[in-house]
């Protein structure tokens, strides 16, 4: 059973940065991508970015691209999300979670699995 970790976030101010590790462990399959969501309080959990095993044609949303960079380490088992230019918007606990994938990432949620338990994000203005 894989177990995914998210550490790193915390407070920081309006145009501040954050970077977000997700540390798995367990036995995964042989291939299989990694994807950030995030949820802010009475709101859907939405996608964020996403990331293939190879590293490879990231993904990411809309409202981040520009300013989130999703990278991994396969020797070290994580993912990190590097977060700047953080906006109150982007205030949320955000969560990864694996695609046993080993194609293009994708952004549905329903493809994954694993969450870890959120790391909260605050963006004060």
């Known amino acids: 059973q894989v177990q995914l970790v998210e550490s790193g976030g915390g407070l920081v101010q309006a145009g501040g940065s954050l970077r977000l590790s997700c540390a798995s462990s367990?036995?995964?399959?042989?291939?299989?991508?990694i994807g950030w969501f995030r949820q802010a309080p009475g709101k859907e959990r939405e996608f964020v970015a996403a990331?293939?095993?190879?590293?490879?044609?990231?993904d990411y949303a809309d409202s981040v691209k520009g300013r989130f960079t999703i990278s991994r380490d396969n020797a070290k088992s994580t993912v990190y999300l590097q977060m700047n230019s953080l906006t109150p918007e982007d205030t949320a606990v955000y969560y990864c979670a694996v695609d046993n994938w080993a194609g293009i990432p994708r952004r549905s949620r329903r493809v994954y699995e694993n969450w870890g338990q959120g790391t909260q994000v605050t963006v004060s203005s």
């Open positions: 990331i293939s095993w190879s590293g490879s044609n990231p």
């Open positions: 367990g036995r995964t399959s042989s291939f299989y991508a």
